[in-house]
């Protein structure tokens, strides 16, 4: 049985509907700071904080669960850097609990949701897994310091994990019953949809002199079903008896920030006001994953790489939900 931390946000509600659709039993475990009952309606529900421990022993000790997977961790790179405090101790020391409970408890499989920040600033791309790891960024600092915290475990507890590192999460499922509903936004396509539905009056373009085709960043963007694809494969792995392992998931094409406005204007045929910005700092030109581990070792191949079908879902998403979970 799987327990899902974290599982009522973005990407857990979608593992949990995928994990529900195939018949892997599972249990949700969520404080609900950001997630919502909402989104994973139907499933057994353990409410409970990372930060106590006393809630993963209620949790773990009773002997259902032969994995976690994670999707726990706050993720606004720009809030890390000005409440760096809170990242560390939700992070980090969040991740520290949930393990230290499952080596207590003899659960040995984890599936943990890494980041490409732990990169920083890309020396090469597209970016493998071997690319050297500078993060920018505390929040990205958390995510490095955990990959190496599991690394240790296993050598010393035996805990077999696979780190996923997310590029660009996004989209919705297909017919439009799940999606994105972050209580505060800062991804670039629901932002560019709330200005194709009137919610704000234009969307800021941060930069347009990069050394990109039409000057704007280019940032490869990843189907959140597809990437809760990729954890099923990742708990398959483990417990066919793989060894711990990480991997990069991205669909190995990048697109603009121009290309995205345009491709949303297509999708809803509704007007769409940029506003230019200059450069935010850190901002990368270029962020493009290399996939060709997981597709090798794992199968895993997007079902769904195509911009246009991205944005499609995530249109279906907020037409029908324009408050989110609200």
């Not at 509903?181 to 919610?199: C, D, N, Q, T, Y």
């Not at 494969?233 to 603009?256: C, I, T, V």
Request: proline letters at 6%; one cysteine or more; a negative charge.
């Amino acid at each position: 049985m799987v327990l899902v931390v974290g599982g009522a946000g973005y990407i857990g509600s979608h593992m949990v509907r995928l994990l529900r659709e195939r018949g892997v039993p599972h249990a949700v475990y969520d404080n609900f700071e950001e997630g919502y009952r909402e989104a994973v309606a139907g499933s057994d529900i353990i409410e409970g904080d990372l930060r106590n421990p006393t809630d993963l022993d209620r949790a773990l000790s009773g002997g259902r669960f032969d994995t976690v997977m994670h999707f726990a961790a706050y993720i606004e790179v720009g809030q890390s850097v000005r409440e760096p405090a809170r990242f560390y101790e939700n992070n980090l020391i969040g991740v520290k609990n949930l393990v230290d409970a499952m080596v207590r408890y003899k659960t040995k499989r984890l599936v943990f949701s890494s980041t490409a920040a732990i990169f920083g600033n890309p020396v090469y791309t597209p970016i493998d897994e071997d690319h050297p790891k500078d993060p920018t960024s505390p929040y990205g600092d958390t995510k490095l310091a955990v990959e190496r915290m599991l690394a240790a475990y296993d050598a010393a507890y035996g805990l077999k994990t696979v780190c996923l590192r997310y590029f660009n999460a996004c989209g919705a499922w297909p017919d439009g019953s799940l999606g994105e509903s972050h209580r505060v936004e800062s991804h670039l396509i629901p932002l560019v949809l709330f200005a194709a539905m009137g919610k704000r009056p234009d969307i800021r373009v941060f930069g347009s002199d990069y050394p990109t085709p039409d000057g704007t960043c280019v940032r490869d963007y990843v189907h959140v079903v597809d990437l809760a694809d990729a954890h099923l494969r990742a708990l398959e792995r483990l417990r066919g008896g793989g060894g711990s392992r990480a991997y990069n998931l991205g669909n190995g094409q990048g697109y603009s920030v121009r290309e995205v406005i345009e491709v949303v204007r297509k999708v809803t045929g509704r007007p769409i006001t940029v506003t230019e910005a200059p450069r935010r700092p850190g901002d990368p030109a270029v962020l493009v994953a290399s996939s060709v581990r997981a597709r090798g070792e794992l199968g895993w191949s997007p079902a769904y790489p195509d911009l246009e079908t991205i944005v499609g879902h995530a249109w279906a998403w907020h037409q029908g939900h324009p408050d989110g979970y609200a």
